[in-house]
């Protein structure tokens, strides 16, 4: 599996619809969309899942409205539940100058009922795009099931080494594949993404409700540099989990048994929503072609965010974009990006 800095040919993006993900909100959503939308446009192709295609009319003028480069979005008429692609979506992996789409059964994290279009994404898109397509599958009990994988629970360097948290993958609570082990996924890693070499932590933040998903706490900015958030207020409920992951990949190498330079990511102060605690976190950050678009808060944190990324990120431009809306939805960028890798 590529990492994610690696040139890409598109992004995937759900347009939003589904308004119970963000009461009270929905309205401002569209436009943070099309934000995001816009900027990626400028660098490389958008597709956009869309419900039908009467959508289109609405879309357009916000499209406009942010300076969007048209002639690289492209609609798929393509139902979903929810609007989280990196989730839900394909994972792409190469393979000597072949890319394959894997197929990993999504179940909504173990929480929701409502998951049988996001689960068939990635089938309808492949009648498009039409890869190779894989669907990972591992002998449990004696019989061979799917297993379900979220992009956002994984992240990687590209040469070998994942980084995922027990609390997502081990754990009894939105258990999403009973009966396996560390040492089982392990080997799913390598088997189906090329990695020898993985990373547990422990916990992902307060307000996760995916239960410890990685791409809010730890992500690979270079093959040997992660990027790790950390919780200096030792009365928050962020800062034990944070200071032992903190601790693990302090000892953790990579796929050469190299040690890992760890770049800390201050979080924002405690963001409530109707009295909810919502999981914001600079760490949802997506990689594009020459921009890294970086969530912020409103909050005396972003700023220096900024500059840690502007210094990590010499031969990218930075992009702020306001998501003190979108993570009402309980997910930020990086969550509603999925890359598809361009072949070299």
Known sequence: MPAEWERQESTLIAWPHNKNDWP????????????????????????????????????????????????????????????????????????????????????????????????????????IKNLE??????????????????GGSIDVNG?????????????KVQQRNPGLKKKDIESIFNKYL????????????????????????????????????????????????????????????DQNGKKITIIKLPMPKPIFIEKTRVPASYLNFYIANKIVLVPVFKDKNDKKVLKIFKRNFRNRKIIPIDCLDLIWGFGAIHCMTQQEPALN
Do not use: M
């Not at 040469?159 to 754990?171: D, Q």
């Not at 993985?198 to 992500?219: E, F, Q, Y």
């Open 159 to 171: 040469k070998g080494t994942i980084i995922t948290t027990k609390e997502c993958l081990l754990s």
């Open 24 to 127: 009270g909100r929905f309205e401002n959503i569209p436009d943070v969309f099309a934000q995001i939308i816009s900027q990626i446009s400028k660098v490389q192709k958008v597709k956009i899942l869309i419900q039908h295609n009467l959508v289109k009319k609405n879309i357009y003028p916000l499209l406009r409205k942010y300076k969007a480069k048209l002639k690289n979005i492209f609609f798929i008429t393509i139902k979903t539940d929810r609007v989280w692609t990196r989730d839900s979506g394909p994972i792409y992996v190469v393979n000597k100058n072949k890319k394959i789409l894997l197929d990993w059964k999504f179940n909504a994290w173990a929480k929701y009922n409502n998951y049988k279009y996001d689960n068939a994404i990635n089938k309808k898109l492949n009648k």
């Open 194 to 253: 090329g990695a020898k070499n993985t990373i547990w932590l422990n916990k992902g933040i307060a307000g996760d409700d995916t239960h410890g998903h990685i791409d809010d706490i730890a992500r690979f900015v270079d093959t040997n540099k992660i990027f790790l958030a950390y919780e200096y207020n030792k009365k928050d409920k962020n800062f034990k989990p944070l200071d032992e992951n903190y601790k693990i990949l302090n000892i953790s190498k």
């Open 133 to 150: 397509l894989i669907k990972p599958k591992f002998k449990i009990q004696k019989k061979f099931k799917d297993i379900v994988l979220e």
